[in-house]
Each structure stands twice: as C-alpha cells, then as structure tokens.
Nanobody, 124 residues
Framework: VQLQASGGGLVQAGGSLRLSCAAS????????MGWFRQAPGKEREFVST?????????YYADSVKGRFTISRDNVKNTLYLQMYNLKPEDTAVYYC?????????????????WGQGTLVTVSS
C-alpha cells in the first residue's frame, strides 16, 4: 500500500486544517487506518485510528479528543483528519499509516505501511 499525505501548513492557534491521505490500494477498505505525529525532538505518537470497512470504530489520543475527527472515504481511497482548535503543541509532522492487523490497533508497530508525512505548524 502506498500512502500520500497532504494538507499540512502553517495555521494560527485556534485555527483548523484538514489532512488527507490518498492510498494506492484498491482494497483500501480492508485496512485499519491511522494518523500518528512526531514533534521535533520527540518520539512518534499515536493521534487517531479508524476501523476497516465503514469505519464504525474510531480512537483518539486524549490530547486531541474533541478537537480532531478521523474519517475515511472508501470510494476515493482516502483517509482524512479534520483538526479544529489547533494548539502550538499540535505542531508536528503528521503521518498516515495502514494496518492489516486484527482489531483496531493504536500503536505504531502494528502499522506496516506509512506515508511520507505532512508538516503542521501552529503559531501562538
């Protein structure tokens, strides 16, 4: 699976952005999809995941819960992350990833396929 993330940019605190992740795989709906992020000098961390198929199950890191929404469009083979009320601490490179593991994992080791990342910078 090849993944291409886009939509990052510079935004002021309190602003919004929507990230997209286009997948090359026609069986996109068979994969659990996720977003992770890595801030400068920090380890990559979990942001959100969505279950395969219609995406009935979603999970969020506590730090983004209530501000971010993950969704998927299986016709367009695209994953989204809508981000509201952005904070300076959300500044990071955001990566989309795909997993064929059972269930809906929230740890990076379960994801075998990764996009190249898109930079989100939130100014105060």
């Amino acid at each position: 699976v090849q993944l291409q993330a886009s939509g990052g940019g510079l935004v002021q605190a309190g602003g919004s952005l929507r990230l997209s992740c286009a997948a090359s795989e026609r069986t996109f709906s068979d994969y659990v999809m996720g977003w992770f992020r890595q801030a400068p000098g920090k380890e990559r961390e979990f942001v959100s995941t969505i279950s395969r198929g219609t995406g009935l199950e979603t999970y969020y890191a506590d730090s983004v819960k209530g501000r971010f929404t993950i969704s998927r469009d299986n016709v367009k083979n695209t994953l989204y992350l809508q981000m509201y009320n952005l904070k300076p601490e959300d500044t990071a490179v955001y990566y989309c990833a795909a997993s064929a593991w059972f269930g809906v994992p929230t740890y990076s080791a379960a994801f075998a396929y990764w996009g190249q990342g898109t930079l989100v910078t939130v100014s105060s």
